[in-house]
């Protein structure tokens, strides 16, 4: 059985780290290390070893404990191959389907994710009947989807949207790069106001909740390009839309803006 910690980084940018990990084999890796010392001291808490690093993507908040980690521990740093260059003491590269971690009948699979930037992976738990959780650095959010103004598109990070996100099942656990949860509801409610669900669910959320596709596709806009409301909201705010990438675009546009 594959485990996971979630490590949240009271940093201004709110960032999450992960522990992916088997009680079994003494086995650790780290998404995204932000704060390395943190990072350690819960991985001697449990008495793991660190076998590697898991970079989604080559943004310094995302691979800023690399180097520190690498250096008491040994590990092996794994990215993108666009990142060759970008990401510190990067050791290998990772492509789509390959299999980065696997105990027993479950795995973590590497998904070539590009649209926050090109150089972006997401990793996927699977057991063979469903995918149990993913960790998607900054493609999605909490309520919300990554921006794409430092090495991105817009337009293929809808693409990936379309052909690997909506696809994952209702249980799957997000497992983001950020706690964005409060500015992210609060763009929501803008574009799509008086939503119960939505309302109910903020009140009763507690702080660095990991959510489930099945929320998400309650609570964010991105995910819901068919709702009515939204869509004449987006007309009221003088928007044109005209299909359904034209909805992702103008809410990612609105959000840069928020
Ligand atoms: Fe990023």
């Not at 250096?71 to 990067?90: F, R």
């Amino acid at each position: 059985m594959i485990e996971v910690l979630p490590i949240f980084t009271n940093s201004p940018l709110r960032n999450y780290s992960y522990l992916i990990y088997s009680q079994r084999t003494g086995e650790v890796y780290c998404v995204d290390p932000y704060n390395a010392p943190l990072i350690i001291t819960h991985i001697k808490k449990f008495g793991l070893k660190l076998k590697g690093i898991f970079n989604t993507h080559e943004h310094g908040d995302h691979t800023e404990g690399n180097l520190e980690l690498k250096e008491e521990t040994k590990c092996l740093v794994y990215g993108h191959t666009n990142a060759k260059g970008k990401i510190p003491g990067l050791d290998k590269t990772l492509e789509e389907g390959d299999i980065c971690f696997s105990v027993e009948e479950e795995s973590i699979e590497v998904w070539d994710t590009p649209g926050h930037t090109f150089s972006h992976l997401s990793f996927v738990h699977k057991n063979p009947k469903t995918v149990l959780g993913i960790f998607s650095g900054d493609t999605l959010f909490n309520a919300g989807v990554g921006n794409c103004f430092r090495g991105g598109d817009v337009n293929v990070l809808y693409d990936t949207m379309e052909s690997k996100y909506v696809n994952l099942p209702d249980s799957c656990l997000l497992y983001p790069g950020h706690d964005y949860w409060e500015n992210n509801l609060a763009f929501a409610a803008h574009v799509e106001p008086n939503h119960t669900f939505r309302e109910t669910f903020q009140k009763t959320r507690k702080d660095h909740l990991i959510s489930t596709i099945g929320w998400e596709r309650q609570l964010s806009p991105f995910f819901r390009r068919d709702s009515i409301s939204l869509k004449n909201r987006l007309t009221e705010l003088g928007e044109t839309i005209t299909d359904d990438r034209s909805v992702f675009l103008t809410l990612r546009k609105l959000r840069d803006r928020w």
